[in-house]
């Protein structure tokens, strides 16, 4: 780094904030806008001059991309002779939203997002803001240092020292045990109900919907009606934040 | 190129394949196994030493992903005022399996997909298998070349000549209609039923299973009906290759 960009920065307002982020991410980020973005949350969005809100939703969305292509690169090259449908399933278990939160929280984001505390909780273990602002995150990385540079810090900052892909591979979360507790600590009654038509003799899928206190959540189908009961448990969960 | 790779090319047995690789991609490819490999259907899917089968299915995962972290930063850059809602349709809208079949029709990968004629049926309009093979052309592109390399081939030799983002941005099409007619030429009954409770008093959100001569097909749940209706039949299109 030049010496003119150091002293601007020792002597900039954003000195305390450049110092917080290098220690949070390893490196020293370049367009500092980029990172407060990431950690703004809908409920404080900054309303720009032609009229539209700024908050890091569109981070999330540019971030949630980049993090799936470079988690398939990783699985793809990790595990050379497995088919895609085991490396579909393995990434959907690395970036489900409650594994995002439970690393945001990790990491210390709590203390970082810019949210209103007046309308929003994030008091709740799972608090989706985690989630959210991580994949912003991975959106500010890549914008500001590029792909490769993106690759390496999922690789050795995220994914080496929080999450252990060998232990997630073998482990088989039980969707459906995991939302019936849950709707039990709620006092909520849940029912998984096929689908109008799928009982009949044609339909050779079976649809699973399931509810939550008669509100209807998540559905799947699947050939076997088990699977479909998982699969919509799953879905559901993720809808929760749980 | 140095010297002694042309004189090599030029000796090869590869040196029609390489001539047509770069009149399709405007480049000339390093790793020649991968382009191969892209354009190799499961159908004729190679058994390696350890006894999996190698085809293009790896490939196409890898290269689904790339293909949706470089549109998704295309649009957020095309669109800087639009929120996540509009880029996560408009990239859908792009990435629908229909376009890319087309696409892979137009760029004349029915003629370089290695497939089973006994077994596959690539005569239909909107064989998936065109698909199939771009998005693992996608991936081979991206392990051959980098991630840079991959977006401005997408970005130039892709979206430039065959997409028109601005028109898909306005066209909303309407695959409940899209999707009956389809049914029509099938001579196959169709029907949307609202899912077991979801008609009842308390439930929110309303489902939609679609069901095509009986059989259970897509399901989606939305606040409204007609829109569950929509993204039911959207998600049927889908499955279908329609």
């Not at 539209?52 to 398939?72: C, M, P, Q, W, Y």
């Not at 203390?111 to 994949?135: H, P, R």
């Not at 699977?227 to 799953?234: F, T």
Request: proline share 2%.
């Amino acid at each position: 780094m030049p010496l003119s960009k150091i002293y601007k920065l020792h002597i900039s307002p954003d000195r305390e904030y450049v110092k917080r982020m290098r220690i949070l991410l390893g490196f020293v980020p370049g367009n500092l806008s980029l990172y407060k973005m990431a950690f703004r949350h809908k409920s404080m969005a900054v309303v720009l001059k032609n009229g539209t809100k700024s908050s890091n939703e569109r981070l999330e969305f540019l971030g949630d991309a980049v993090l799936g292509s470079v988690i398939a690169e990783i699985l793809f090259k990790l595990y050379p002779y497995k088919g895609e449908g085991f490396l579909t399933e393995l990434r959907s278990k690395i970036v489900r939203r409650a594994n995002l939160n439970q690393l945001g929280r990790k990491l210390g984001f709590h203390e970082l997002i810019d949210f209103d505390s007046k309308t929003v909780n994030m008091t709740t273990k799972q608090s989706s803001l985690l989630g959210d602002a991580f994949e912003a995150l991975i959106g500010a990385i890549y914008l500001d240092k590029g792909y490769d540079f993106t690759k390496s810090f999922i690789t050795n900052r995220i994914i080496k020292p929080h999450i252990d892909i060998h232990t997630l591979e073998v482990t088989e979360t039980n969707f459906k045990s995991k939302l019936i507790e849950w709707c039990q600590s709620q006092s909520k009654e849940i029912t998984f109900e096929p689908t109008a038509n799928a009982e009949g003799d044609s339909a050779k899928l079976f649809s699973i919907q399931v509810f939550i206190g008669g509100e209807a959540m998540a559905s799947a189908t699947d050939y076997s009606k088990k699977n479909a009961e998982k699969l919509a448990a799953e879905k559901t969960c993720d809808m929760l934040g749980i």
